[in-house]
């Protein structure tokens, strides 16, 4: 079966420092891979989507980037975050039109 | 701008009522519709998709699309007190995006 794991489940980090958060997906290939950020009491906001190795699409200018150097690991960058960066980041997959599943999660507090 | 539109809530229901859950979207193209349940603190879980006009049902679970009006509802039927959760809608765009809405919460008194 399909698993997806992410890492750490807390953080928390002063402004201007770097941030890198994990994901990576077990038991499929070529997975459609999602960073997900969701602010305190709202909705889930689409960052960054990957249908390939080394294809990335962002969907919100800000100061965060992605990878996927593997097939089944995605990776959310900053070089300096930002206050405003606060937030629960989610990295799903899928495969096609279905339906995306989550990781548990990361809680980031910037400070 | 794609949209997905939904009631903030808190919807309050008494346990064994049925809940009610709304949500409309902007772009007639998609085919493809999801509810998620998300506890406080949780990442959210899959409960139901949809993708063809009229209703779905699983357990007590019901799912309806109707795309000329675009919307999509869902319906729990004998709410529980651990139904409690916000529910998410989600529709697929194009370049299998999925867009969330900002979710109705759910409260079930016991």
């Known amino acids: 079966s399909q698993t997806i794991h992410q890492w750490p489940a807390t953080l928390v980090q002063p402004v201007g420092s770097p941030l890198s958060l994990e994901c990576t997906v077990e038991?499929?290939?070529?997975?459609?891979l999602y960073w997900y950020r969701q602010a305190a009491g709202r909705g889930l906001q689409l960052l960054f989507y990957s249908v390939g190795i080394g294809q990335i699409s962002s969907e919100v200018p800000q100061n965060l980037s992605a990878s996927r150097p593997q097939d089944r690991q995605f990776i959310l960058s900053s070089k300096k975050l930002l206050l405003s960066d606060s937030g629960f980041y989610l990295c799903?997959?899928?495969?096609?039109?279905?339906?995306?599943?989550f990781g548990s999660g990361t809680r980031l507090t910037v400070v | 701008q794609k949209e997905v539109e939904q009631n903030s809530g808190p919807l309050s229901v008494p346990e064994g009522a049925i809940a009610s859950l709304n949500c409309t979207y902007s772009d007639r193209g998609s085919q493809s519709f999801f509810w998620y349940r998300q506890y406080s603190g949780k990442s959210p879980e899959l409960i139901m998709s949809i993708y063809s006009n009229g209703d779905k049902e699983d357990g007590r679970f019901t799912a309806q699309l109707n795309k000329a009006s675009q919307y999509v509802s869902l319906l729990i039927r004998d709410s529980q007190p651990s139904d409690s959760a916000t529910y998410l809608c989600?529709?697929?765009?194009?370049?299998?995006?999925?867009?969330f809405g900002s979710g109705t919460r759910l409260l079930v008194r016991p």
């Open positions: 989600a529709v697929i765009y194009s370049s299998y995006k999925l867009i």
């Open positions: 799903a997959w899928s495969i096609a039109e279905n339906g995306y599943t």
């Open positions: 038991g499929t290939s070529n997975p459609n």
